[in-house]
DNA sequence: TCAAAAGTGTTTCCAATACACCCATGA
DNA sequence: TCATGGGTGTATTGGAAACACTTTTGA
C-alpha cells in the first residue's frame, strides 16, 4: 500500500498538489463533495498531485471521474494557496492518525513519504459544477466515504480547504452572471421554482417568485414542456429546459439575474 | 554573475514562479510594466522565483519595490499557468540570446542552472494596479529596460505572458465593480472625464458624459475641489477626490458603473 | 464674439420591486 | 369547497440612455 503511494509520487511533481470544490444541488441545497480520511477525524475536498507531463484541468478530470464517474465537467480554477503556514500539522487533523497510518510503511518508503509529506505544497484550486443526480459518489483508498455535505453544515476539514470552499462560494456569486449555473447544477428538466431556489441558495438570498419567472422568461432561454403533477393539492408547474445555444452565447456577456 | 543566480536558484522552491501584471494609467491609455530583456529580442512581465518559507504576495511585493519604488501596491491573484506547453523554446524568444549568455557561465554553475531552466514551472499570476506617476521604472539585473507600454500596442513577449496580460485585462473587466480602480490609479485629485477615459479604456468602450458624472456624484464618493485651468480656451473642469472611508465600503458590495 | 469643453436639465423608456389577482390541483 | 402553491397582471419607482441647454474659458 505505501509501495503503491510511494511510487505515485515519485512521478509527481513535488511541492504541487491539486484541490477541487466539487459543488452540486440537491433537494434545495447547495451541497460540496467531500471525502472522511480512514484515519483522521477530519474530512477533504478531492484532489491530488500532479504527475509530470499531465496537465492540471486533466489531472482534476481524472479525479472527478473516479469520484463521481462523471466525465466533461465544467471546471473553474480559482486560486493557488502557497500560505507557509499551511501544513498538516497546524489545523484540527489529528497527528495520531497519520502515525498510525505511517508505522505501516517500510522504512525504505517512509524516507520518500515523509519528505514528500513534509515539504511547503501549493495547492491549486479549481472549483466543479456538478448535478447530483448524476454523480455517484466514490471512496478513494485513503478514504472511508464520500460524501454531498450541505455547504452550510460543515464538518472538520484538513488543512486550508475550509477556507477554500468559502472562497469557491464567493467566487461563485461573483461571477453568476457568467456561469452556467442552471445547464450544470440542475436536471434536464426542472420547474422554475428549482431555479429560483438554487439562484438563491448561491446569492443567500430571496427572490421574488413573480419577478423571477418573468425575467427568466424574457431572456429566452427557457423552453416550457409538460406540467409536473406531485401529488400535492396545487396547482402543478411547469418543467422547463435550457435552451442552450442561446445560453452559452448569453452567458459569455453576462446575464444578470438577482 | 552565474553565481549569484545559482545562489538565488538553490534558495527557492524550484517549478515554482511570479508574475504580475503591473497596470498603469497615463495620457488616457492603459499601460502594463514590462521589461526588456539583455539578450533577447521579446519583453517580460516583472516576476521571479519563489524564496523557500515566503510568502508569494511578499515576494511580489519586494519585486514591485525594485521595479517601481513603491509600496503597499493593491494586488490581486488572478490565475496560476501550468501548462505543460509553455517552456522557453516555443515562442517567439531567441534561443540565441540565451546561449550567449549561458557560455558565461562556469561548468559548475552550467548544471544547476540548466536544470533549473529546464525544470516545468508552474508559474502564478497577479495583477498590480499602480499609478504611472508615482512610479519610477528600474530594469533589473538581466534587463536593459523598464517601461510602461500601452496595452493595445504590446511588443514580442516571452512564454505566455501575452496571455496572462489579457486575462488579467479581462478579469479587470469582470471585477471593475469591485476593484478600487479610480483609488489606485489616479491621481489624488483628477477630473471627472480622466475618470471616465481611465473606465471607458477598461471597458473599451464609450460612455456618455452627462450620465457618467451624474451617477458618479450620486454615489456619494466623490469631493469637488478647486477648479483646474488648463490654459485651453474653455471652460475648467472641477478637480475631485475620492473619499476614501465610503468608497471603500461600496467597493465591497460592488459599485455599478458603466 | 466664438469655439470648445464642462456642468446641468429634460424627456423617454425600461427594469426592478412589491404586490394583487385568478388558476389548477388534490384533500 | 378549501388550502396551497403556480402563473400572470399591475402600479410605482428609479435608473439608464439620449440629447438639449447653459456656463465658463482663452483666443
Redesign the pocket.
Known sequence: MSKFLRELVEKCVPGVSLDCVVLGYQNNVLKVLLLKYKEHNAWALPGGFLPQGQEMEEVIGLVLKERTGLDGVYLEQFKTYSSINRGWNCNEISQEGFNKLRSTWSTADRTVLDQWFNQRFISTAYFALINCNKAEPTPDAVSEECAWVPVNELPNLVLDHKKMISEALSQLKRQINFLPIGKELLDQKF???DLQRLYESILDQK?????F???M??LGILT?HE??????????????SIDLKVYDQLIKTGI???
Not at 427572490?207 to 419577478?211: A, E, S
Open positions: 420547474t422554475m421554482l427572490l421574488d417568485r413573480g419577478n419567472q418573468r425575467k422568461m424574457k416550457r406540467k409536473l403533477m406531485t401529488g400535492a393539492q396545487n396547482k402543478a408547474p411547469y418543467l422547463y444578470s439575474f438577482v
